[in-house]
């Protein structure tokens, strides 16, 4: 197993359902993030955990919530989406937080809220 | 105000032939990192090359280079021998220390080589 995984790689929900999208990371990396990646616009940092303490939440509704086990995963749980949360929902590990250090991606998972 | 530009939505270059995408950034922090992503169709976003503001070369990873002006802060990354593989978006980012937890992102490029 290499690099950041995610799963699932793609997702369909409704807007009821309460559904988990799961990252791991395999490079003992100690800062983990979450991105939204919408159509046509820059990636958004919307969550940002170092040693499993959440230390940015980038004013993103509450039916995102985060949840960081230990430093090799991060869940995202979604709950009461809405049509304009359909994205790619990125991944990314870090060794620590400093401005030198390159976040490693994973492979994303694309979600579509019907 | 934005703090990576990428001012090309899309570029076409030959096979084999080099390419250059534009990238300016800015930041008042005397320390800071610059990146270069690559995002193919497939989503995944692949690191390309790090710079890091206090380096006096301009950094290098095999085909790829990045044109360091810091003067001009600018970081344009250079593709040498382009190949049909290298067609996807590519993006710039930035991270200092006022915003070590995040990677400001430009808006990207597509790059498209033509046979």
């Known amino acids: 197993e290499t690099g950041v995984t995610q799963t699932p790689r793609h997702l369909v929900m409704g807007m009821t359902n309460k559904k988990s999208l799961k990252c791991e990371q395999h490079?003992?990396?100690?800062?983990m993030y979450w991105y939204k990646q919408s159509a046509k616009k820059p990636l958004e940092l919307m969550f940002v955990?170092?040693?499993?303490?959440?230390?940015e939440n980038n004013s993103v509704p509450s039916r995102f919530s985060p949840e960081c086990p230990n430093s090799s995963h991060l869940f995202l749980h979604l709950h009461t989406l809405q049509p304009e949360d359909s994205a790619l929902y990125l991944c990314?590990?870090?060794?620590?937080?400093?401005?030198?250090?390159?976040?490693?991606f994973g492979p994303g998972t694309r979600l579509l809220v019907l | 105000a934005q703090k990576i530009t990428q001012t090309q939505p899309g570029m076409f270059v030959q096979e084999k032939e080099a390419v250059t995408l534009d990238c300016t950034y800015d930041?008042?922090?005397?320390?800071?990192?610059l990146f270069w992503y690559k995002q193919p169709s497939s989503g995944e976003m692949i690191f390309l090359i790090y710079?890091?503001?206090?380096?006096?070369q301009n950094a290098t990873e095999g085909r790829y280079s990045l044109n360091f002006q810091k003067a001009r802060k600018s970081a344009n990354l250079v593709i040498s021998a382009s190949q049909l593989g290298d067609s996807a978006m590519y993006f710039c980012?930035?991270?200092?220390?006022?915003?070590?937890?995040?990677?400001?992102f430009g808006t990207g490029t597509s790059l498209t080589v033509i046979p």
């Open positions: 990314a590990s870090s060794p620590s937080r400093g401005y030198q250090e390159t976040q490693y």
């Open positions: 490079l003992g990396h100690n800062a």
């Open positions: 955990y170092s040693l499993e303490e959440r230390v």
């Open positions: 930041t008042s922090d005397p320390s800071y990192g």
């Open positions: 710079q890091g503001s206090y380096d006096q």
């Open positions: 980012a930035m991270r200092d220390i006022t915003t070590g937890n995040q990677f400001y």
